[in-house]
């Protein structure tokens, strides 16, 4: 058996940091720059023999084992640092000009920020338990808290598994539940519950109904519920079993120096998950200089139930919305609709809507793009290139797949500025907005 060895570490990658020895060109999990560690043969950290100065005590008991959480052991300052790091790391790998080293970062309250989580409900030792995944495996990981999360919410899974523990109706469809998914508004006054259930799974008359009533007595702040069908290979077969309560939540989001806008999010329908930084993400996105974007004609692709395109239609004489979900799809024309008949939300594919905008004239002052982590791809960016709009705002949920994008419109494109938004403390994931703006030489091509 081949001994430890101790190692120091040096630069930082996803989920963990990297020695500076060529022998030993691991990842490492839990360590921070600069500590000295003990490592196994297999490359597993076995103890800190000397700890960064920025390493704390992880606020949540489950963290190490959990798989939710990477960065709770470092002071919040190193984990935004890290993230700059990796970020502009991923940028200069796939030749994006441009960037500085030192990225502007905005942050918040690192803890209590999700509005959404998502937990595992199963049987242990006879007992009903909530939790997440093992890291790195998808064996069950009972929990008693989630820091993380906004503070109404693990409160209302445990009143939910007690009401199971004594009502035959909760017991039940908690029995049937694989998962459960809680979403709560910007107050916190109202939650929104989808319970996702396997698709053969009965539904007795009354019998959801009667538990919704029953946790409402002990959970008041339950807006409405529903159980929707779960296969475990292929997910949500988009079948719902039952239904109760309100169909959504209206979110309200604070705008720059002007009344808050409130959005009506269904139940299912994506929005962004960090409680306290919607509002300036809004901004970053909608605004320059301390002033609202504005021109005759935006595009918001990706569009969601828009965020972006409500806030861009006080300033754009038009504004075009494009998104493929037929969730959020719905919410943003029922939106739209009471915006004016110059704005329109179109539910297609971005690249469905790329494709039929390049025959006509119909140009954009800006186009503002914010696809899911596999990225707007590069038949999109070829099409955007076509189309030559004077500005993009791409928001990005995954910096590999921004350095690609971003690499292939540079030829046309330069970075005007780059901001990392932490939506996801504790967490190695990145949120980046890249503004973008057309060459002189480009914009003279096209004329």
């Keep these: ?244 309560g309100a169909a959504g939540l209206n979110y309200k989001v604070p705008v720059f120096s002007q009344e808050d806008q409130s959005y009506w999010i269904s139940r299912g329908g994506f929005f962004q998950v960090n409680r306290f930084l919607i509002g300036e993400l809004v901004k970053l996105v909608t605004t320059s200089d301390g002033k609202a974007r504005s021109g005759a004609l935006a595009w918001d692709l990706f569009a969601g139930v828009g965020l972006f395109s409500r806030i861009l239609a006080r300033s754009f004489a038009q504004v075009t919305a494009v998104e493929s979900s037929p969730i959020a799809s719905t919410d943003l024309a029922a939106a739209f609709k009471k915006l004016g008949l110059q704005h329109r939300a179109v539910a297609e594919t971005t690249l469905a809507f790329l494709q039929k905008a390049i025959t006509q004239r119909e140009r954009p002052d800006l186009i503002v793009l914010d696809p899911p982590r596999a990225g707007a791809g590069l038949e999109v960016c070829a099409l955007l290139d076509r189309i030559a709009a004077p500005q993009i705002v791409y928001v990005s949920c995954d910096p590999t797949t921004l350095a690609r994008d971003l690499a292939a419109l540079q030829s046309t494109y330069r970075i005007e500025a780059l901001h990392l938004v932490d939506l996801f403390p504790q967490t190695f994931h990145i949120e980046t907005v890249a503004i973008l703006t057309r060459t002189t030489s480009s914009l003279r091509s096209t004329l």
């Design 1 to 244: 058996m081949s001994e430890n060895k101790v190692v120091r570490l040096r630069l930082p990658l996803y989920g963990g940091l990297t020695t500076d020895s060529p022998d030993h060109a691991i990842q490492l999990p839990f360590v921070l720059r600069k500590e000295l560690v003990e490592v196994s043969a297999d490359g597993q950290l076995v103890r800190v023999l000397e700890p960064a100065k920025e390493r704390v005590e992880p606020r949540c008991p489950h963290f190490g084992t959990c798989g939710g959480c990477q960065y709770q052991m470092m002071e919040y300052e190193e984990q935004v640092d890290i993230k700059r790091v990796l970020l502009y790391q991923e940028l200069h790998k796939a030749g994006v000009e441009g960037p500085a080293a030192f990225i502007p970062a905005h942050s918040a309250e690192p803890y209590g920020y999700r509005n959404r989580i998502r937990v595992r409900i199963q049987r242990v030792d006879g007992a009903l338990e909530f939790g997440y995944n093992i890291r790195t495996t998808t064996e069950f990981l009972p929990i008693a808290t989630c820091p993380i999360s906004a503070p109404n919410l693990i409160p209302t899974v445990e009143a939910l598994l007690a009401l199971g523990a004594q009502d035959r109706d909760a017991e039940y469809w908690l029995n049937a539940t694989a998962e459960l998914e809680l979403f709560t508004n910007d107050d916190l006054s109202r939650i929104q519950l989808t319970f996702f259930v396997a698709p053969r799974t009965k539904a007795p008359q009354g019998s959801f109904t009667r538990m919704m009533n029953a946790l409402q007595q002990r959970a008041p702040q339950v807006a409405g519920a529903a159980a929707a069908a779960f296969d475990p290979r292929t997910g949500p077969t988009g079948r719902i079993l039952a239904e109760h």
